[in-house]
């Protein structure tokens, strides 16, 4: 993902939900609607997620140092797994105790056209929101579903502002439809159970994140089609005749690290071999400029030795 698509999106996002939340916290104390509280709280918390995606790239672009010698690429990641505990419990969390309260206590409705309005004007601006990050998404999305894209991606940015917006969108037709019934059967309790519902969806939209984002803090490799781009140009036929093992991480979204043992032919001078490798490491850059440390150790194959050696995961 390049740094501007994602930062447009985020942006984008960012100035929705700013908007958002204050026409909500507006109709919440016109009308006295948990829904439209609940639905206030979430937006704040997501305009706090996109301050923290923002300021997770601003310190993943720091150099690296000698403590940190492979940078700091990997902050994005852990700034977007922050994100998914602030949205279960500051925007899940609160949802959910909010709606219990409201079925527990329930009080009339009142101002009706405020939740409404401003649900409708909230419906506009996320819908606004959620189009700029699938067309930020669509360029880098390729054959992909978006289920695979989210679950593939390795700038966690746009996965988070795609699910937080649809998200979004899904709590405000709750809200609407706890708002409505509440108005038509005049009984208050619909609008506690929608805003349950909007609790409910943000926990699962916040697991969803975390379990993603805990893969990357761990470690992923790189993509098939990039690995195999590796192993193609690693092999040049002449001095260097086979990859024995590789094993590729990502050392942040847009940083990728590959370390391999090749196979070498026994009567190779070592002026041959350091050429060699010299050359599949510009082979390799070409073919995937993401992978920016490379680190090549020539061995003589032995067929013997490789049929013990456990299959690598490269």
Not at 42 to 53: C, F, M, T, Y
Not at 65 to 82: D, K, M, S
């Amino acid at each position: 993902m390049s740094a501007s698509g994602g930062t447009k999106a985020i942006v984008a996002a960012l100035s929705a939900n700013l908007a958002i939340a204050a026409a909500k916290f507006v109709a919440f104390a016109f009308s006295g609607s948990s829904s439209m509280l609940a639905e206030g709280v979430h937006s704040i918390a997501d305009s706090g997620n996109q301050g923290l995606l923002l300021l997770g790239g601003k310190r993943a672009k720091r150099a690296a140092t000698a403590e940190h010698p492979f940078g700091y690429g990997r902050e994005r990641y852990v700034y977007g797994f922050l994100v998914s505990i602030v949205l279960f419990t500051i925007g899940g969390v609160f949802a959910l105790y909010e709606g219990w309260e409201k079925i527990q206590h329930p009080h009339p409705l009142d101002n009706w056209y405020w939740p409404v309005g401003v649900l409708l004007f909230a419906v506009i601006a996320e819908g606004y929101s959620f189009r700029t990050a699938v067309k930020e998404s669509n360029t880098l999305r390729g054959q992909q579903t978006w289920a695979q894209f989210i679950r593939r991606a390795k700038a966690p940015e746009l996965p988070v502002v795609l699910l937080e917006d649809f998200g979004a969108l899904i709590g405000l037709v709750l809200a609407l439809g706890g708002v409505v019934l509440t108005l038509v059967t005049g009984n208050s309790i619909w609008d506690g159970i929608g805003t349950m519902a909007i609790g409910t969806l943000l926990v699962l939209i916040a697991l969803v994140l975390a379990a993603e984002t805990k893969s990357l803090l761990l470690g992923e490799a790189a993509g098939p089609d990039q690995i195999a781009k590796i192993r193609a140009a690693l092999v040049d036929g002449d001095v260097v005749t086979r990859v024995i093992h590789m094993r590729t991480l990502h050392l942040g979204p847009e940083e990728l690290l590959v370390a391999a043992k090749i196979a070498v032919e026994h009567d190779d001078t070592a002026t041959q071999i350091a050429d060699a490798i010299n050359a599949a490491e510009a082979r390799i850059r070409e073919a995937v400029p993401i992978a920016r440390v490379i680190y090549l150790e020539p061995d003589i194959y032995d067929e013997r030795a490789a049929a013990t050696t456990p299959p690598s995961a490269n």
